[in-house]
């Protein structure tokens, strides 16, 4: 530990009290190591704020010893981005502690959630208010509101309702210099210069640290539809989910999964079954729903289903019968990381391309992943509609002990440079973090790392927020 | 005209060819003047490059010989944000050339458009696609798309489909140092570091040059129905938009005409004739539309507004029995301003505050100003829905040559103080250009002044774009 740490936990503790600042090895380890256990991170200690003024002093005395922070919601991030340096020269800055819902009204369809809100709690609030907040994602008995925003998260409503910028109407912020920032205001309609609010969303903590954020609320659902239907490409999935697109506004989750996925869930995931009798190349799992009482959705995607079988768009759908089955067929789509993970080795790439050329992508990608390695398995799964999959190779008959971190870092390059040929992301909703920050440093155009770059010295030039994420 | 700018001029000659270069006073005079002829600016030259790659040429060479830029497009700014000085330091770079639609995809619901392109025209062009570009203003014959992104512009349909910002799906752009930012790809989720598009979209011009921009298209529109309600206050009416938003996701316009308003329009508008046949103090406006062939918008939401009368909330409704009397309730709505003109002198502040809080102020702030300034007519018209009103005061008894300058100065002081209590925004859909530069100084927090500061310094850091405009 550095004496400028020494002093600044010093301090810290007689600002947050004792009990705010943890410095036992044992209360510290499972947060210093990023939630699929791959990035280990050291840290002297976890600050604990339970305000916004109390982060503001953290972030001051930061800054006078020159002493980094990274702050850290429910560390489940996919790219470390919450995970400390290995070297111990940042500090944590937790903020689980500011978990109260200032405020739910269901008349200005807004809610006011502080950092640490657990979004499963915010679901809870949103509905006891007869609203909703639409978006979702695995995570979400962890995942808070601050890490969701910083990293703006996507998640499996995203074709209807956006990422995360499409939700935050505003946000409270400690900057760099320790002012905060409040956009919470909640006004529709304001032009005051630069969007503070939309240049954090997303900065994954370089540029200050989220305390509030004030969310969008959307009407609650009144009944869903989920079904299930086979068909021979990713071109059709397109086809259909266009077909439906055309036809209703209710459709709200579609999402692509490819035989071979389906195939590893029914071997590892105890309690699955396959949906449809017959074999399919590909799969759909889509779900409609819709916020007006009486209005049979199921019956409206069935008739769609049955047009757009005769159109011979699918070979085959069927209509989850009750909530139970509706559970079951979602089940397989979330579990498809982990049957992935009990068959062995997976490389996972969060990638999007324009929405139009993801059905071609997912095939030709595939095709020269394996021939470029032959041995390994690749595929894409998910968020079709978004133009956003998570593109995973399996390392198939290449399985070693060290085929991670080795010829997978050169499968990794393989297929941001496809990627990156295609006009793509390599990171549509899981952030750089640290470990993306190499291949973004690689690819990105030199006009966004400029600009990048400028903005981080501009407001954090003392490198205290996050230091080793996002910044190429 | 300095020596560096008689370089410039001869170097864009080269650069552009001479028919893309204005010198002639005759040609300059009209882009001059803000349009409502209020802020006189001077320039020895416009501009008018056809390409990004012609824009960026000049930007470099603007940057190599320190000779600042005002971008411009349809000199359509109600805050003379595209006004260059007055002493005549500044070139005009008009974008008007760069006026063609690159792209409209039904199936990708995305349209791309040069900065250049008319607002009416990318309607046209939606329309032809079977689809919609929803936002929509008075200016709409005139405005470009590059000036309504750079001002986050809003308009009569943000209820629904929110401000350019929900609106803009990328944007490309020449940033000061002459690069080419390009963020047209159209992904739906990208996460590669902090948000340049975002950044750029209601920034005035002030930190790049916007060149063409990817715009979110939605379903075209079936049917519409138009109405006119009376209510007793702003209070009232805000409890119609709440009855009607719980029942139907049709409305999309909804707005706020005191009585005065309409009055004034009835003696000033020819062939204009009031909705209802008795007296209200305050009325509405509303629209709502489905995309559904079929669906009798009309009907639903003549039977929405029989129930809010049995409710009480509103007085009196009357549902426009064909297109020709919708558009005379609209055309009633769009004169309120050009009905104050020839009325007499009227201050106009664009403001905002919480949807809940607006009638409570518009009521209250209209009293304090006629009370602090007796004589003078003070009212609030327009999007009540957004938290989003036009506060005008009129000069009544006041009237004198120099009131708008003199007296006016110290109104909008006192009402830029009112909305700054109320946590509101004096700058809700109209930018804050030259015209607001001074009140924002004034007012806004001090963490925002440094951000925007910090940001414009570390991406212009010589100053050439659109100096004097937007930095607080």
């Known amino acids: 530990m550095t004496d400028a740490q020494t002093r600044l936990i010093a301090e810290a503790q007689r600002t947050l009290g004792p009990k705010s600042v943890l410095t036992d090895p044992a209360d510290i380890a499972p947060w210093a190591t990023d939630w699929r256990g791959r990035v280990h991170g050291s840290t002297p200690a976890i600050l604990a704020p ?118 935050v109407a505003g946000v409270e912020a400690v900057l760099p210099d320790g002012s905060i920032h409040n956009g919470l205001s909640g006004l529709k309609k304001d032009n005051r210069g630069y969007s503070i609010d939309q240049l954090l969303i997303g900065a994954e903590g370089t540029l200050g640290v989220l305390t509030a954020v004030a969310l969008r609320l959307v009407p609650a659902v009144a009944a869903r539809a989920v079904a299930w239907a086979g068909v021979d490409d990713p071109a059709s999935a397109l086809e259909l989910l266009r ?35 017959g074999e399919h190349r590909w799969h759909v799992l889509m779900e409609a729903t819709t916020t007006e009482a009486g209005v049979d959705v199921g019956a409206e995607l069935e008739q769609l289903l049955s047009g757009a079988l005769e159109q011979g768009i699918i070979a085959d759908a069927v209509l989850a019968s009750n909530e139970a089955q509706a559970e079951a067929f979602w089940k397989i789509r979330d579990s498809i990381s982990e049957a992935e993970r009990t068959e062995g080795q ?41 133009g956003n999959i998570h593109f995973h190779v399996r390392a198939g008959s290449h399985a070693a002990p060290d085929w991670y971190e080795a010829e997978g870092a050169e499968i990794t390059r393989f297929v941001d440079d496809l990627v990156t040929a295609a006009g793509g992301s390599i990171s549509a909703e899981h952030g750089i973090g640290q470990l993306k920050r190499a291949e973004f440093a690689r690819l990105a155009d030199p006009a966004r790392v400029h600009a990048i770059r400028a903005i981080k010295q501009a407001l954090d030039p003392l490198g205290i927020m996050n230091p080793g994420k996002l910044i190429p």
């Open 243 to 277: 077909y439906l697109e055309t036809r209703t506004a209710g459709i709200e989750g579609f999402e692509l999964v490819p035989d071979d996925s389906l195939k590893l869930v029914l071997k590892h995931i105890p309690n699955t079954r396959p949906p449809l009798a």
């Open 346 to 386: 997976t490389l996972a790439h969060d990638i999007s391309v324009a929405v139009a050329k993801m059905p071609r992508f997912i095939v030709e990608a595939s095709e020269q992943v394996e021939r470029a390695f032959p041995g390994v398995v690749a595929s894409g799964f998910g968020h079709l509609g978004d």
């Open 50 to 167: 339970a305000s916004a003024e109390e982060v503001a002093a953290i972030v001051r005395l930061a800054a006078e010893h020159r002493v980094p922070l990274v702050p850290q919601g429910g560390n489940t991030g996919m790219s470390a981005g919450a995970t400390p340096p290995a070297d111990g020269s940042a500090l944590l800055l937790s903020l689980r502690r500011m978990n109260r819902i200032r405020s739910v009204s269901a008349d200005d369809r807004l809610a006011v959630a502080e950092a640490g809100v657990i979004l499963a709690t915010l679901h809870d609030a949103a509905h006891a208010a007869g609203m909703r907040f639409p978006l979702t994602l695995g995570a979400r008995g962890s995942c808070t509101i601050g890490g969701l925003t910083s990293t703006n998260a996507g998640g499996t409503q995203v074709l209807k309702f956006g990422t995360m910028r499409s939700l």
